[in-house]
């Protein structure tokens, strides 16, 4: 979201009630609450939309975009994966939006990244910080998508 914001986009962001006000303050310039409002069913149109769960179909995300605009997967379940590798691609070719699986390459920005970082455009967004020992509960805390942010486990305190 950052990122994006630092690029000149138009952001809007959707997640739970909880998140809302987190993605405001990273710079989303609309916020949805998809328990309730269906993003794929308000008639608003997008150039990308960034599906980092893959809660919807590609198919339903699809009529949300603007002519040349992209659908871009990002994890998800599994069958949603495989459904992207076999239909995305030919639903690309029979129409004018473009539907993808996101695959990043590492370190491929990491250059970008630092100048952003560096010109204070983009900030780290750490959710909680858990000590090698309580990794299990940052897990389940992981498992509940209640998260603003990432969670961090330290290997050993600074002191150590």
């Known amino acids: 979201m950052q990122i994006a914001k630092a690029l000149g986009a138009e952001v809007t962001g959707v997640d739970s009630t909880v998140k809302l006000e987190s993605m ?5 310039d609309h916020v949805m609450d998809y328990t309730k409002e269906e993003f794929t069913e308000n008639g608003e ?3 990308l939309i960034q599906d980092n769960a893959a809660h919807h179909s590609f198919f339903h995300c699809r009529r949300s ?9 990002l994890g998800g379940p599994i069958p949603r994966i495989f459904q992207m590798m076999i239909l995305g691609k ?3 070719l029979l129409g004018n939006k473009k539907i993808n699986l996101m695959i990043l390459k590492q370190n491929k920005y990491v250059d970008f990244y ?3 970082f560096e010109a204070g455009k983009v900030a780290p967004l750490i959710d909680k910080t858990y000590p090698m ?3 299990a509960e940052a897990f389940r805390y992981f498992g509940k998508s209640l998260q603003c942010g990432k969670i961090v486990i330290k290997v050993k305190d600074a002191a150590g």
């Open 114 to 116: 630092l100048e952003l």
């Open 45 to 47: 149109r997008y150039d």
């Open 133 to 135: 020992s309580e990794t």
């Open 24 to 28: 405001s303050q990273n710079g989303a």
């Open 65 to 73: 975009l603007n002519p040349g605009g992209i659908y871009a997967m």
């Open 90 to 92: 030919l639903t690309s």
